[in-house]
């Protein structure tokens, strides 16, 4: 059986680490708070906005949408969007094992062949990738440590401009999408091109466009693009919270139980140590008489 002194410390040790498990869990019910307001502004917006970008990039010709015409896919890349930090339960692992396989999936040949690029979005993100040896663009994957439209912005421009280079004949963006505190789905989403939903090219789109359509197409299509990929920024930093918090819950109620474990070892050993004490002076008081 231990002896009092190693269980007393097991039990400060826990004692301390729970105390972390509840701040930290504070901490991330404040952040996720502000992230969820935000992004659930963003939704109706961002909705709305691929809504029009969906239709009007059906209505144009493919020399006239250069983020919209579909194209032989020889270049491929993937923006995985992770968090900065651990602790967060299977948040960041889930979101890694989903990109492997979409990459085995659909894109074996093109990491075979040297064509497949990651953007990590998340510190964690380019850890992962680059000790697996994928070509990295680790320029961006600082996001969240000073997160806004305008940085993000940068790297949405980034995306499209190399896009619109030829640079990427295709751009996936692998992340969670925020439902609840205790639930984060799983998300992969076409970003470049622009998906056109089954039937929209069919549709009768006679818009009459206010300013020119030229001035619409060089100004509204990036704007909204930039939003989506925002949008998807804003989703996973959300998410993570929300596992944060639900991980952090989970570590401090695991702390209780361990607690309880530990003081009834204590208390067991301390009654034993008790009772030997008391054997031993019996014992004791009896050769003496």
């Given at each position: 059986?231990?002896?009092?002194?190693?269980?007393?410390?097991?039990?400060?040790?826990?004692?301390?680490?729970?105390?972390?498990?509840?701040?930290?869990?504070?901490?991330?019910?404040?952040?996720?708070?502000?992230?969820?307001?935000?992004?659930?502004?963003?939704?109706?917006?961002?909705?709305?906005?691929?809504?029009?970008?969906?239709?009007?990039?059906?209505?144009?010709?493919?020399?006239?949408?250069?983020?919209?015409?579909?194209?032989?896919?020889?270049?491929?890349?993937?923006v995985v969007i992770s968090s900065d930090r651990g602790l967060c339960g299977p948040f960041n692992s889930n979101v890694f094992k989903l990109a492997v396989?979409?990459?085995?999936?659909?894109?074996?040949?093109?990491?075979?062949?040297?064509?497949?690029?990651?953007?990590?979005?998340?510190?964690?993100?380019?850890?992962?990738?680059?000790?697996?040896?994928?070509q990295v663009i680790d320029e961006y994957a600082g996001l969240f440590s000073h997160l806004s439209f305008d940085n993000v912005r940068k790297a949405a421009?980034?995306?499209?401009?190399?896009?619109?280079?030829?640079?990427?004949?295709?751009?996936?963006?692998?992340?969670?999408?925020?439902?609840?505190?205790?639930?984060?789905?799983?998300?992969?989403?076409?970003?470049?091109?622009?998906?056109?939903?089954?039937?929209?090219?069919?549709?009768?789109?006679?818009?009459?466009?206010?300013?020119?359509?030229?001035?619409?197409?060089?100004?509204?299509?990036?704007?909204?693009?930039k939003v989506q990929f925002y949008k998807a920024i804003l989703e996973s930093n959300a998410a993570e919270h929300g596992a944060r918090m639900t991980a952090?819950?989970?570590?401090?109620?695991?702390?209780?139980?361990?607690?309880?474990?530990?003081?009834?070892?204590?208390?067991?050993?301390?009654?034993?140590?008790?009772?030997?004490?008391?054997?031993?002076?019996?014992?004791?008081?009896?050769?003496?008489?």
């Open positions: 059986m231990a002896n009092l002194k190693e269980v007393k410390t097991r039990i400060n040790s826990v004692i301390s680490t729970q105390q972390i498990t509840k701040a930290m869990k504070m901490v991330a019910a404040a952040k996720l708070r502000r992230a969820q307001d935000s992004i659930l502004q963003m939704r109706p917006y961002a909705a709305k906005l691929g809504e029009v970008l969906a239709n009007v990039s059906a209505g144009l010709e493919q020399d006239q949408n250069v983020y919209g015409a579909p194209r032989e896919v020889n270049r491929v890349l993937l396989e979409h990459i085995q999936k659909n894109y074996a040949a093109h990491q075979q062949a040297g064509d497949l690029q990651i953007m990590p979005v998340g510190k964690k993100s380019l850890e992962f990738f680059r000790k697996r040896g994928y421009e980034f995306i499209m401009k190399n896009y619109a280079e030829g640079q990427f004949d295709r751009v996936d963006l692998v992340y969670n999408t925020f439902k609840n505190v205790a639930t984060q789905i799983l998300t992969v989403e076409q970003y470049l091109p622009v998906k056109i939903e089954a039937g929209e090219e069919d549709m009768n789109l006679d818009y009459i466009y206010q300013p020119d359509q030229e001035t619409l197409i060089k100004e509204l299509i990036p704007k909204s693009l952090m819950d989970k570590a401090t109620e695991n702390a209780d139980e361990l607690l309880r474990d530990l003081r009834l070892t204590y208390n067991q050993t301390r009654q034993a140590a008790i009772t030997k004490e008391i054997l031993e002076i019996v014992a004791g008081a009896e050769a003496l008489g």
